[in-house]
């Protein structure tokens, strides 16, 4: 583990598994400070180049999902080896599988789940996922750069009990050439023991019905925005640190970028795809 670079307020020092032989590549974890955990070394398989990653185990009793991992599959000759990255990363989903632990493991995979159906070896990649009774929570392309959309970078559980107490979906940003990817894990677990909780007995003595509901539903109601209280959040601009080089002039150019990149993404019409990449060319020549 190298010494952290980055601090996020609230959270623990950065994880993180990097290359000795370069800046580039590596993966990296930040966690919540509220969160107890230790890293799982037999897991967090790194060889460079090839196969990159970092697991940690949560200690709680209160979260379902106990075991956290990010994967890297570098994608760049000559070292890059698909077959030895598939065979590490099932190993460990089957150390997982044999602990009865629940999992979520995610990052750049470079394999185009896209592909299933036309391509021999990605059919044979996610059927060995699925064996394993592990399933990907992205089903969208994460990587537009036309005329191709690819799907490389996944996040997978074996936690299929309640699905739908989980969200899962891609974020449209413009940091770099990937879209970004979530998964949300509700506190269903808090809001099953309100429930529990419940003292319903002066609505069982109420003689009309529909004023008995009521009164259960002001109950049911309390417990659940209690649960998952309902945040406005509002971002004041004069609390942005902005870098010294970032002029007004530059800032207002990022900011056109950035529209100009939805109207592209949410409809992709030649006309969009042209202004996008026109706008491009002439943010990067200035």
Not at 21 to 41: A, E, P, Q, T, Y
Not at 149 to 178: E, F, K, P
């Amino acid at each position: 583990m190298m010494t952290p670079r980055l601090k996020l307020p609230g959270f623990h020092d950065i994880l993180t598994q990097c290359r000795s032989d370069g800046f580039m590549g590596g993966v990296g974890l930040f966690i919540k400070d509220s969160i107890n955990f230790k890293v799982r070394h037999d897991l967090s398989v790194f060889i460079p180049h090839v196969h990159e990653s970092l697991f940690i185990e949560i200690i709680s009793t209160s979260v379902k999902i106990s075991i956290v991992g990010i994967v890297y599959r570098p994608n760049t000759p000559p070292r890059v080896n698909a077959d030895i990255f598939s065979t590490h990363l099932f190993d460990t989903m089957d150390i997982i599988n044999s602990e009865r632990k629940t999992s979520i493991i995610m990052g750049d995979f470079n394999i185009d789940l896209l592909k299933y159906g036309i391509h021999r070896k990605t059919n044979d990649y996610i059927d060995n996922v699925f064996s394993r009774g592990v399933v990907p929570l992205i089903h969208k392309p994460t990587r537009l750069i036309p005329p191709t959309a690819t799907l490389i970078d996944h996040i997978y559980t074996n936690d299929n009990r309640d699905t739908n107490r989980c969200s899962s979906g891609v974020i449209l940003m413009d940091i770099a050439d990937h879209l970004g990817t979530f998964h949300l894990v509700k506190n269903i677990a808090k809001f099953k023991q309100l429930l529990s909780q419940l003292n319903c007995d002066n609505t069982m003595d109420i003689e009309c019905p529909n004023n008995a509901f009521n009164a259960f539903m002001t109950l049911y109601k309390d417990a659940f925005e209690s649960t998952f209280p309902l945040k406005s959040i509002k971002q004041n601009r004069k609390y942005i640190t902005r870098k010294p080089w970032v002029t007004a002039g530059l800032f207002v150019s990022s900011r056109t970028k950035i529209k100009l990149l939805k109207n592209k993404l949410k409809e992709p019409s030649l006309y969009n795809i042209e202004r996008y990449k026109t706008y491009i060319n002439i943010y990067i020549t200035n």
